[in-house]
Structure formats: structure tokens, C-alpha cells
């Protein structure tokens, strides 16, 4: 017997289920808390606390949801706080034209590629949900490998006896 049907065969459905739903909090709170980088990050570590007595495998993918969020918390909040310095300066212009900033590119690329990389991310998360929900384990390049290092194998489930 192959790994892949050992696995299969000690995890609970209800299980897949409940890990799939730890990428799936970043999503809802993107629409809860749009303009707020860190609402994602957030909303993932509250997840991962509600299910910190769960079994091995829904922590894991509690935390490689965690990773995955973490990543992008830095981008988004150069983004917004340059978003926000944007508007002040933009204010500070219509009362003293002389101090404008003529090269507003930086930003608009810095903006175009960070919209990219949460259109991207938001996808990979949906995709990796759908997948988690159906029994497949998904490992990101890079963060599975940090992942593994921080979840503990120790036995938590309280159900598992």
C-alpha cells in the first residue's frame, strides 16, 4: 500500500472539509476588510486558534494559509501607505502646486504589479481551497517546506482517541 492511500484512509472527509476552509477565511476577509492589509493575516490566525486542537492536517494547512498571507501582508502595506501618502500629496498640490511630485509612474507600476500578485494569490488560494475540500494535499512551493517545520506532530485531536 502506497502512502498516498494511507493518508487518505486516516483522514476524516470532515477534515478535508474544515482545511479547505482555512484558505477560504482570507478570502472572506478580503471582502470584510479590503483596504486593510493585514485583515487576511488576521482572519488566518484566528482560524488557526479555533482549530489549534484539530488533527495534524488541518493545522497544517491552518499555517501554510498563515505563510501564505504573511507573504503578501509587506507588499500590500507599502501599497496602501503609499496610497495614502498619494492622496495627502495630492491635497498638498491643489493648496501649493509648486510642491507636486511630477513622476507619479513609480507608483502606478508599484500598483499594477501588487493588483497582479493578489489576483494571482486570490487564485491560488481558491484553487488550493477547492482541492484541500476534495482530498488532495497541496503543498506551495516554498512555504510547505517552512510549514512543516512549524506545526507539531503531536497528537491534539480530541476526537482521535
Known amino acids: 500500500m502506497n502512502a498516498s492511500k494511507i493518508q487518505q484512509e486516516t483522514i476524516h472527509p470532515n477534515e478535508y472539509e474544515q ?4 484558505y477560504l477565511t482570507a478570502i472572506v476577509a478580503v471582502i470584510a476588510g479590503l483596504p486593510l492589509p493585514i485583515v487576511n493575516l488576521i482572519a488566518a490566525i484566528i482560524f488557526y486558534f ?19 498571507q504573511l507573504i503578501l501582508v509587506p507588499f500590500n502595506s507599502i501599497a496602501w501607505a503609499w496610497t495614502v501618502a498619494m492622496f495627502f500629496r495630492l491635497g498638498n498640490f491643489v493648496e501649493h502646486p509648486q510642491n507636486r511630485d511630477s513622476s507619479i509612474w513609480p507608483y502606478v507600476i508599484y500598483i499594477f504589479i501588487i493588483v497582479l500578485f493578489n489576483i494571482f494569490e486570490f487564485f491560488a488560494v481558491l484553487i488550493t481551497a477547492g482541492k484541500v475540500r476534495n482530498g488532495e494535499n497541496v503543498r506551495w512551493f516554498l512555504i510547505a517546506g517552512i510549514t512543516d517545520r512549524l506545526c507539531s506532530k503531536e497528537k491534539r485531536d480530541i476526537y482521535n482517541i
Open 19 to 22: 482545511a479547505s476552509n482555512s
Open 50 to 68: 479555533g482549530k489549534s486542537k484539530s488533527s495534524y492536517f488541518i493545522r497544517w494547512h491552518s499555517i501554510q494559509a498563515i505563510l501564505a
